[in-house]
């Protein structure tokens, strides 16, 4: 092949790839036309619409309840609500006393217990011990502690 032929196939590629990149950019902007085209946009509107309606049909054939309109919130809690308490040196060696404080504070404004080990023994032997209380007032989440022979002391005012 001589260079003069090289040089002829050369100048002719880029036009083919100006063409080829021309055509695809047509494509691109008649597409984009097409759906900016009213026509287009009702009929994709009229199956959205069609789609809905067999669906919403579907569930009232099958007899599924409709959601609700509003979830309704629960009842605002008066006073201290207990959510966890534990007693020990941390929540690996300790026990569980949710229920037992629950049953102490909760519905309280106010309410305070000494911390010893007759809460639920001794869990961690030669340890310094925590009562440790999480709780809520209103919406509102706490916590409190108090180390072994101390008084815990919680309110919601």
């Known amino acids: 092949m001589t260079v003069s032929t090289r040089a002829a196939r050369a100048r002719r590629r ?3 790839l100006f063409f080829g990149l021309t055509a695809a950019v047509c494509i691109c902007a008649a597409s984009s036309a097409f759906a900016q085209h009213p026509e287009y946009q009702r009929g994709y509107r009229e199956g959205y619409d069609q789609g809905f309606q067999q669906g919403y049909d579907r569930a009232m054939r099958e ?3 409709s959601p609700p309109a509003v979830v309704p919130m629960p009842p605002q809690r008066r006073g201290i609500y207990v959510l966890r308490a534990w007693y ?3 929540e690996r060696r300790a026990c569980d006393l949710t229920g037992r404080m629950a049953r ?3 519905g309280r404004p106010s309410q305070s217990v000494e911390v010893t080990n007759q809460l639920c023994g001794d869990p961690a032997p030669g340890e310094r011990k925590e009562l440790v209380v999480e709780y809520s007032c209103g919406a509102e989440n706490r916590r409190a502690s108090a180390f072994e022979h101390r008084t815990l002391s919680i309110s919601c005012y």
């Open 88 to 90: 020990g040196d941390g």
């Open 104 to 106: 102490h504070f909760n």
């Open 14 to 16: 880029p036009s083919a």
């Open 63 to 65: 007899n599924r309840p």
